[in-house]
Structure formats: C-alpha cells, structure tokens
C-alpha cells in the first residue's frame, strides 16, 4: 500500500491512477470538498481517503506502508499565511519524514523550482547545505519549500535517522489535465487554451526586466506525464536517494508557448501583451531551466515531451474532448 498526499490535485491524481493500473492499493491525503475535484479520482478511486488533518491519527495506527509520496502542499505563489503555509508546507513534511525514517518506509517528497528564486544562483539541484544556503526564494510559497530542503539537508549532514529511501523533487512548470480546480494557479497552457476557445488572442505579460523582450520570459515546462514515469522509476529504484530537478532541461519562451497552443487549436498565431499585475512584480521568475544531470546521473534515460508536442497532446485529447479527465 502507498500514500499519496495531495493524491486528489494535479500532479498526485496522476500518480495515484499510474499506481492504480500497476495494481498497487492507495491511500490519499486530500481534501475533495465542492465543485469538480473527485473527478481527478473518478476512473481510479483510492482504497482511503484521508483529511490532512486526520493523517497524524492515521500514521499513528500504523499501518503496512510501502512508501510515501508526499504531494500535498499549499502551492499558490501568491499565498500570504505565513502560519498556515509553515505548519503545512514545512512542519508536516517534518512529521512525515520522521515518520517514514522511524519505520523504514521510502519517501519521496515535492520541492520546487520557486526555491531558486530569481535564478540569480542558477538551477543547479546540488544537495549539500551550503549550496542550498545560497538560494533565496521570491515567496512564500517557494521559501517554505526551501525551508524544508534545508532541514533535510541539515538531517542528512548530521547523520540523523533517515528514510530508508528518500528524494526530493524540484518541480517545474508542469502542465497537463486534472488541473483545473486549481483557480489563479493553472497552467499557462490552460490560460492561453481558454483565451482562444474564447476568440480572443493569448494575452502575455510584458517583460519586467531590462534585457528581456516581451513574450521571451522563459520557463521549463514539463508534461505531467513526464513527472509520473520519473516517479514510478524512483519508486522501482529504491536506491537512488538525494534531491533532483525535475524539468526538460530546456527553457522555452511563453511565446513559444502561446504559439504551440494556436497551432494546437489550428488558430493564429497572434498574441496580445499586458502589463505584469502588481501583485507579480518582484516575485516573477523571468526564466527558470532546470539543470538535470543528476538525476541522468543516477540511472534515468527517458526522453522528455517537448513542449509542441505535450501541448498539442493537452489541447486534443483533454481540453477540446467531452471528458477533459485523466
């Protein structure tokens, strides 16, 4: 049996029905409350589903645990409860890791690519303290991950009890379906796709830096699908231990992006440019490439989805389909 906290959102709906069709029991940490979110669970619901707030009375139960996945977090970029975003982002993720290391269950945890901040200390996913000392996050959100890559780190320096197996993962700009409670924080894939099913040309922010061109804001963006195949090879390789990148490697421009989604819809390949909002300036990453020879290093091989091609594959098969579900 697996836990999957967050196996309800976007990323951990898609590794809870990867490990569904291998056969494999799950339990999910999530709360589905109104609207549409069950629907990420439809095709493939969990044995359990377990309330964030219950999951501390579930693990003292002890029960037979393969390993965790640890997703859930509050991620919004925008997010200003500095209380909440601690005890869930980082004093959760404490209690897990002390957990899984107490009875020697793997752990595989979600960190971030908002850990980098403005990028000005490059994407370099190097484990050790000093390095991570370095980095300087935008926001809340990204500084809560932070904080918990330093106290792993700090755990590991120390010689500390540790899980049996443990990976951290820096997520990316990920996209793809089961996304879409997600409000504000949606891919810009979803955005630009929406503006267009709309008849109107895909907005982009102007650039706020000097040196940068409107629309050549440049992110990694990885297809969820992606994501998932470098989790299920984590959890076949129990290993491999440290904490990774996980992008393409390949920075693409948001015009790029607006211009794969036209072609996708079969629109023009026009865009439309806006003014950042308030609230972004200052906390906007201009350009974010993940660095990933550690993780070929330690064993994985597969291609990533380029950007036309995993973009094309979001607008056909889900956004323009009946049933837009994974």
Known sequence: MILVTGGAGFIGSHLQAALAEQGVETVV?????????WRNLRAHPPVQIIPPEEL????????????????GAISATTVTDGDLVWETNVALSQRLW???????VRLIYASSAATYGDGGEGFDDAPALAALRRLCPLNLYGWSKHAFDLWVAGEIEAGRPRPPQWVGLKFFNVYGPNEYHKGGMVSVVKVKSDEIAAGQKPRLFRADREGIKDGEQKRDFIWVGDVVEVMLWLGAHPEVNGLFNLGTGVARSYRELAAAVAAAWGAPDEVEFIAMPEALRG?????????????RAAGYTAPFTSLEAGVSRYVKDFLRAPDPYR
Do not use: I, N
Not at 56 to 71: G, I, K, N, S, T
Not at 283 to 295: I, K
């Open 283 to 295: 906390q906007y990453q201009s350009f974010t490439e993940a660095r990933m020879a550690r993780l």
């Open 98 to 104: 002390a957990w899984c290391a107490a009875r020697g």
């Open 56 to 71: 501390d009375a579930f693990l003292a139960r002890h029960p037979p645990l393969e390993m965790v996945f640890h997703l």
């Open 29 to 37: 940490v999530d709360r589905l409350r109104g609207g549409g979110k």
